[in-house]
T-cell receptor
């Protein structure tokens, strides 16, 4: 079945540095990928929709200059957390779908810890 | 704005007990509905989905859910739970024609005692 790979699975960084998270669709082309954030004991919150070849669409309250999204190819989207702060520590999850309204396939997530 | 509400935050059951987890959504138009499960330390997995047709859908591992349009509900059920069903369960809604964007409920933690 469709597989979405996320890398790295865990990352620890210092405040003020930037971290890049990759999301790859391994056996299908995803024109659209989604980035979610999950705080401990909470649900997934959609951060942004990543569209191949165009600018990402951010949800209300998500700083686009802080969470940079690039979707340069049909199989890769990246999320860069710039100038990270401890409050950015969270679980980031990407997803992709084969087409339109088909069920999303999720990556394993990235645990970001900012010290 | 669309929203999804899961009524139970934490459910504790003994093995072989029956399970029903509530899910309600707020949107008057056409929706697709999903239940996902997240086992401890693992990523989200799709349990079942409803797009159209028979409102009673069956998923993996003996789970089923019923879409009741008049109640804006999509409750998850299982007749007899097992210890291995211990996990976090998320209901999610996809508004038709908004692509793969999902709105998730708060999640329900299910603990099954052996």
């Amino acid at each position: 079945g469709a597989v979405v790979s996320q890398h790295p699975s865990r990352v620890i960084c210092k405040s003020g540095t930037s971290v890049k998270i990759e999301c790859r669709s391994l056996d299908f082309q995803a024109t659209t990928m989604f980035w979610y954030r999950q705080f401990p004991k909470q649900s997934l919150m959609l951060m942004a929709t990543s569209n191949e070849g165009s600018k990402a669409t951010y949800e209300q309250g998500v700083e686009k200059d802080k969470f940079l999204i690039n979707h340069a190819s049909l199989t890769l989207s990246t999320l860069t957390v710039t100038s990270a702060h401890p409050e950015d520590s969270s679980f980031y999850i990407c997803s992709a779908s084969l087409q339109g309204n088909s069920p999303l396939h999720f990556g394993n997530g990235t645990r970001l810890t900012v010290t | 704005a669309q929203s999804v509400s899961q009524h139970n935050h934490h459910v504790i059951l003994s093995e072989a007990a029956s399970l029903e987890l509530g899910c309600n959504y707020s949107y008057g138009g056409t929706v697709n509905l999903f239940w996902y499960v997240q086992y401890p330390g693992q990523h989200l997995q799709l349990l079942l989905k409803y797009f159209s047709g028979d409102p009673l859908v069956k998923g993996i591992k003996g789970f089923e859910a019923e879409f009741i349009k008049s109640k804006f509900s999509f409750n998850l059920r299982k007749p007899s739970v097992q210890w291995s069903d211990t996990a976090e369960y998320f209901c999610a809604v996809n508004v038709y024609n908004q692509g793969g964007k999902l709105i998730f409920g708060q999640g329900t933690e299910l603990s099954v005692k052996p």
